[in-house]
């Protein structure tokens, strides 16, 4: 059982346009999938809220308010409008990060171009928002306030190599961190199915035992890690945001 058999994006629905393939793929699935999942249980803890919140209203109140104070301590008073954004993210990334967990699903958040694109996107809407806000006065960034000028020609590379590698950075933590712990869960499983398969059913189950218990436990951590990461990526697009609001400030 090869257990990176998980991660191969497979087409569901061929179609390309102009020799561009565009195929409807597995991973594009569970994207909407995750989107579904978000839009459902909103739609559902706020259609008819209510003074005295039910569960699932509290639980989306809980999440709204953690998300907004996340964004104050990390972005600052001037994130406050970004919330919607920031909120967005947090959400799509933690429910393909725990959607992957189901059997027979799709992490799509394992795959380098996935995370990519969201880590570049967050790349681009903070830089425009610091040129908006700042102007050309926004390539400030590259020489940190107070530094000797003459310290400029090492300063300003280092400051922009930083810069740049913004994306790769966020976009590989999650990447590797899913496919990583997805991978550990694949082999453990595995284990237990040889194990049944070798020594028959009644003996299989017996030393099966532990590889389970094993694969329950990485369940568990699994679960955590995919909270974790999304937390981690809505923490530093936050961060980013305020450098671009606020610069070196």
């Known amino acids: 059982m090869d257990p990176l058999h998980q991660f191969t994006v497979e087409t569901i629905v061929p179609l390309a346009i102009g020799g561009v393939d565009i195929s409807f793929s597995n991973s594009a699935l569970w994207m909407l999938l995750a ?4 839009f459902g249980i ?21 999440l709204y308010s953690f998300v907004v104070k996340t964004a104050k301590d990390n972005a600052g008073p001037q994130g406050r409008p970004f919330v919607p954004f920031i909120l967005t993210l947090f959400t799509f990334i933690l429910a393909g990060n725990l959607l992957g967990i189901l059997p027979g699903s799709f992490t799509f958040t394992s795959h380098l171009v996935v995370t990519m694109a969201l880590a570049m996107l967050v790349f681009v809407v903070t830089t425009a928002i610091g ?14 306030p107070g530094a000797p000028k003459w310290m400029a020609p090492v300063l300003i590379p280092i400051e922009i190599m930083s810069f ?19 991978t550990m869960l694949k082999v453990f499983a595995g284990f237990s199915v040889m194990a049944i398969e070798a020594v028959g059913l009644a003996g299989g189950l017996a030393l099966a035992i532990g590889p389970v218990a094993v694969n329950v436990a990485l369940t568990g951590f699994e679960a955590l890690v995919a909270v974790l990461q999304a937390y981690v990526f809505m923490v530093l697009t936050c961060l ?7 610069m070196h400030h």
Do not use: K
Not at 42 to 61: F, H, K, T
Not at 132 to 140: C, E, L, S, T, V
């Open 35 to 38: 989107v579904a999942a978000v």
């Open 42 to 62: 909103m739609e559902l803890g706020l259609r008819g809220a209510r003074l005295v919140p039910g569960r699932l209203q509290s639980l989306i109140e809980a």
């Open 131 to 144: 040129f908006a806000r700042h102007g050309m006065a926004y390539f400030g960034i590259f020489f940190p």
């Open 164 to 182: 740049v590698a913004r994306p790769i950075g966020l976009a590989v933590r999650l990447f590797a961190n899913m496919m990583a712990g997805h």
């Open 240 to 246: 980013y945001l305020r450098d671009a609001l606020e």
